[in-house]
């Protein structure tokens, strides 16, 4: 099992107590409470993403594991379009699915970190940090002899497979395509 997994469950049996004790003392309200709901939604949800990705949580890794926090992210934050009303019935009525994604991945970009709510900043509180342009550059001036590769194109794969979850895609392609 993925060592973040464990860690989100061990959150999650936390979370659990705290919430018992919370309605022994008839204190069911406030930011403590909140927090406890919502670190029990996230992580029953992500459990529960797993089948869709083939897998049984005991059998995840935490690129698995940070795949489902990033989905469950965007899947929250686009619930948060339509509450926030930032997207309504009328202005994404007749759109294809194609379309009505990107119109839902384009507002979401557009609003940034503005675009949150608690499940959203615990769901991020379990993501690694995200590598950085120079550490990526560090890494590809260090490791990658270009000269090498039958395309440069290959240096990414090799980036993501040294930082995994943690790096950018578009990122380390537009950095590569630099190098071009």
């Not at 705290?18 to 406030?30: A, F, L, P, Q, W």
């Not at 927090?35 to 698995?64: H, Y």
């Not at 900043?121 to 890494?139: C, F, H, R, V």
């Amino acid at each position: 099992m993925s060592d973040l997994l464990k860690q989100m469950k061990d959150d999650l049996h936390k979370a659990m107590k705290r919430e018992v004790e919370m309605r022994k003392n008839d204190t069911c309200s406030g930011t403590m409470y909140e927090v406890a709901i919502a670190v029990k939604d996230l992580v029953r949800s992500v459990i529960s993403m797993f089948p869709e990705i083939g897998l049984k949580p005991d059998k995840a890794n935490d690129d698995d594991t940070i795949q489902l926090l990033k989905k469950y992210i965007i899947g929250e934050k686009t619930r948060l379009l339509y509450i926030d009303k930032h997207l309504t019935e009328d202005m994404v009525k007749g759109l294809s699915a194609k379309d009505l994604n990107k119109v839902t991945k384009k507002t979401i970009a557009k609003l940034g970190n503005g675009l949150t709510n608690m499940r959203i900043s615990i769901a991020g509180s379990y993501l690694p940090k995200e590598i950085g342009e120079a550490e990526i550059i560090d890494w590809i001036t260090s490791n990658v002899d270009f000269s090498k590769l039958n395309n440069k194109m290959q240096a990414i794969g090799m980036v993501k497979k040294e930082f995994g979850q943690a790096v950018n895609p578009v990122l380390v392609k537009n950095i590569v395509e630099s190098w071009m």
